[in-house]
Each structure stands twice: as structure tokens, then as C-alpha cells.
């Protein structure tokens, strides 16, 4: 049989990994749009096929590997990549006003992990063949994510600390593997739409609303009643809200992508989380 000709120009996207279950997600996904697929480490960008679209994925793992990534974003400008889609984050922003954000607002992150996401995308400055995403916060990209941190305490019986004050519009793996191809897809059929693009759920949510909606999902899985123990993060006194909230409008005009809710296959989520934990019953 003859290898499926999918029309894209380049065919071949190459993944720049973050060593988390966000390598997985965008390969499949590539995989089944119809790409080859190159995945390499920040140390094997040499190994780039001349001419590929990029997925700079990079950024995406744990916070002890971003001064890596920003070597990566330095290193990428000099590559020869047909066009790079840097996944970045809404931690770029500062937060502090009860409306959403969009990609003409200034980013002043005032925290370190803000400045250091920021630090990548100004790395890419003045290049011209570049999309950067950045999506909301992330609530399963590893074991340390806020969806396998509920639901190992859940399961344990002991009390987690959560933020119920700042809201956000989280985004799951799937899903931002989802949006990430739809705009690789688009580029490779011709589309000339470098700039940066937010992307969140549909229904923003407290980390602490998010908990107790995954718990209620986890519960269906035992017979006898359990129960979570959360209290609030921080120091309620504090005035200042933090909430970030994505305005997507600009993804969906330009690349005719949609939001989904978070809610969206969660229960599937928890479950395989349930069976990682071995948590599920008999």
C-alpha cells in the first residue's frame, strides 16, 4: 500500500520535548493528522530535519528545566525550520483584573516562573516564521499537575491546600495537543499566520472548584462514600486578585479553532488516573 499523501508542505513536524505526558499527546495527535514525526530532546535540535514545522514543547515541563528551554528558543532562531509554534503560558501576565486577556495586553509577569516564560518568547524576537501559544493553566502535564495531586490525596485521605480566590481557564493535555496540531495542520497547507494566539477552556474555574468536580467524578468509582479534605491556599486576607482568564477570540477567527470545556472527557481522566494509583476496586 501506498503512504497516505496528505498535500502538507512540509509533512514532517519535529517535537522539541518536554519529557512529560506532552510529548505523547502531540505525537499521536501528529501521527493521526498524518505528519511524520520527529521527536527530539533540547539537546538533539543539530538532528532537525531542514525545512520542518517545529512544536517547541520545551517550556512545557517542570520549572527546573526553563533555563534549558530558553537555550532552546535561542537555539531554534538559528535553526532551519519551516515555521516554530512555541508553547508558552498565561503565566506571562501579572493577573489582577476580573477580565480576560488578550494577546495586545502588555505581559509584566511578576512572579519567576512568569518572567522566565516570557524570557523564551522574547528570545524568538523579530522572527518572523514563529506562532506562539500560550494556554492557560495546565491541570495534568505530569505527576506533580493539579489533576494527579487531587486525586492522590483523595485517595490517601490527606488534606490538600488549594487556591479558591483566582480563576483561570485551565487546559488538559489533550486538548492542548489538539489545538497545537490544528495550527500545524493549517500552516502546512499554506496559511501565512505567524503571531501570538491564547488558547483556554471554554469555562474558567478556581482550582478549588476544579478539585471538587474531579472528586465527585472519582467517587462514582468506589461504592462507599469518600471523602476530600481541602483548605484554602494562602492568606485569605490578601486583596489582591490574581485571576487569569484568556480571551481565545483571535485562535478561533484566524485558525477556526474552538474552546472545549475542561469538563470534557474528565471522567476518562480520573479514571486512569484511579488505575495509575491503583486506587480502583475490585
Known amino acids: 500500500m501506498s503512504e497516505l499523501n496528505t498535500g502538507y508542505m512540509p509533512d514532517t513536524v519535529a517535537i522539541i520535548t518536554a519529557g512529560n505526558e ?158 497545537a496540531v490544528a495550527v500545524a495542520q493549517q500552516l502546512a497547507s499554506g496559511a501565512k499566520a505567524g503571531g501570538v494566539y491564547h488558547y483556554g477552556s471554554s469555562d474558567s474555574c478556581t482550582a478549588m472548584e476544579f478539585a471538587l468536580e474531579v472528586v465527585e467524578r472519582a467517587q462514582a468509582f468506589y461504592d462507599e462514600e469518600r471523602f476530600a479534605q481541602f483548605t484554602s491556599l494562602g492568606d485569605e486576607a490578601e486583596k489582591r486578585d490574581r485571576s487569569i482568564v484568556l480571551s481565545c477570540g483571535k485562535l478561533r477567527d484566524v485558525f477556526g479553532v474552538q474552546q472545549r470545556s475542561w469538563r470534557q472527557g474528565l471522567t476518562r481522566q480520573v479514571e486512569l488516573w484511579l488505575e495509575r494509583l491503583h486506587a480502583t476496586p475490585e
Not at 514525526?37 to 512544536?55: F, K
Not at 517547541?56 to 519551516?82: H, I, T, Y
Not at 492522590?152 to 488534606?159: A, D, L, T
Open 22 to 179: 506532552v510529548d505523547g499527546a502531540l505525537q499521536k495527535r501528529l501521527q493521526r493528522a498524518g505528519f511524520r514525526v520527529q521527536q527530539l530532546t533540547p539537546g538533539e535540535i543539530d538532528q532537525l530535519r531542514p525545512g520542518s514545522i517545529v512544536i517547541n514543547a520545551s517550556a512545557c515541563a517542570d520549572n527546573r528545566g526553563m533555563p534549558e528551554s530558553l537555550l532552546v528558543s535561542k537555539r531554534l532562531c538559528a535553526a532551519p525550520c519551516g515555521h516554530i509554534i512555541h508553547l508558552s503560558s498565561y503565566q506571562v501576565f501579572s493577573g489582577g483584573e476580573r477580565r480576560r486577556y488578550d494577546e495586545d495586553e502588555p505581559a509584566e509577569p511578576q512572579s519567576p516562573s512568569g518572567r522566565e516564560w516570557l524570557a523564551c518568547e522574547d528570545a524568538f524576537n523579530g522572527l518572523q516564521n514563529l506562532t506562539i501559544l500560550r494556554f492557560g493553566w495546565m491541570v495534568d502535564s505530569g505527576q506533580d499537575a493539579l489533576l494527579g495531586r487531587i486525586l492522590r490525596n483523595f485517595v490517601s485521605g490527606e488534606p490538600l491546600a488549594l487556591d479558591g480566590r483566582n480563576s483561570g481557564n485551565p487546559v488538559t493535555v489533550v486538548d492542548m495537543a489538539r489545538v
